[in-house]
């Protein structure tokens, strides 16, 4: 069964700072890569993709994510955070076979302060 | 813009009732899931149904049953209540093509 590990539980970063959020999963075969993205008192929302081709993704709001698929890793960054990031994001893969069956990760709950 | 439905936002019920979270979709998707967010421990899916009338188990089924009578409208059904059942649900739906899930505002549950 495929498995999905973020291993940052909670990241507390300065305005400006660059941010790098990890994410690693576990399944040999083809898999479709995605975060999401909650902030706060809102529903759950795209914030990136993989399906194929280009392993460096960019989503919206200025944030990007590499899939490197030797070290079965997807890692979210962005080069500078604001206030407004302020959320809780989740790492989730999707494998072939499993007819869109996503498996999230733990989440990973980012503060930016002022 | 696809949009997704839940019935209640917050719901306050008691040990051993039977509780129904209902969940819509306006994009015609075929595809439909029931998840819970727990602190801690991410979502995890319960309940999927790829058509009308058809169901799969997700990862943490025991003590959830689901029902899609229309396209349109997947129900979660806590048939009798427990206190660990206490959770964030979230409903989400996709097409069969194109894979990404969207998500509605979630409903939060309280058991006592």
């Known amino acids: 069964a495929q498995s999905v590990s973020q291993h940052n539980h909670h990241v507390i970063l300065s305005e400006a700072a660059s941010l790098e959020l990890g994410c690693n999963y576990s399944y040999g075969g083809t898999v479709n890569l995605f975060w999401y993205v909650q902030y706060p008192g809102q529903h759950l929302q795209l914030l990136l993709k993989?399906?194929?081709?280009?392993?460096l993704v960019k989503g919206i709001k200025g944030f990007e994510a590499e899939f490197i698929k030797s070290k079965f890793s997807f890692n979210l960054r962005k080069p500078s955070v604001q206030w407004s990031d302020t959320a809780e994001y989740f790492c989730?893969?999707?494998?072939?076979?499993?007819?869109?069956?996503?498996?999230f990760g733990t989440g990973t709950r980012l503060q930016v302060t002022l | 813009d696809v949009k997704v439905t839940q019935s209640s936002r917050y719901l306050v019920k008691r040990t051993g009732e039977k509780v129904f979270l209902e969940c819509v979709q306006d994009?015609?998707?075929?595809?439909m899931f029931w998840y819970r967010q727990d602190p801690g421990l991410g979502l995890r899916l319960i309940y999927f149904s790829y058509d009308v009338k058809m169901k799969e188990k997700g990862d943490i089924p025991e003590g959830y049953s689901v029902s899609r009578e229309k396209k349109e409208r997947f129900s979660l059904i806590l048939e009798s209540a427990s206190t660990n059942q206490t959770s964030m649900y979230l409903c989400a739906s996709s097409s069969a093509d194109l894979e990404t899930q969207y998500f509605g505002p979630g409903t939060r549950l309280l058991v006592l």
């Open positions: 994009m015609d998707h075929e595809n």
């Open positions: 993989y399906f194929s081709g280009d392993p």
């Open positions: 989730a893969v999707m494998s072939a076979g499993t007819a869109s069956k996503l498996t």
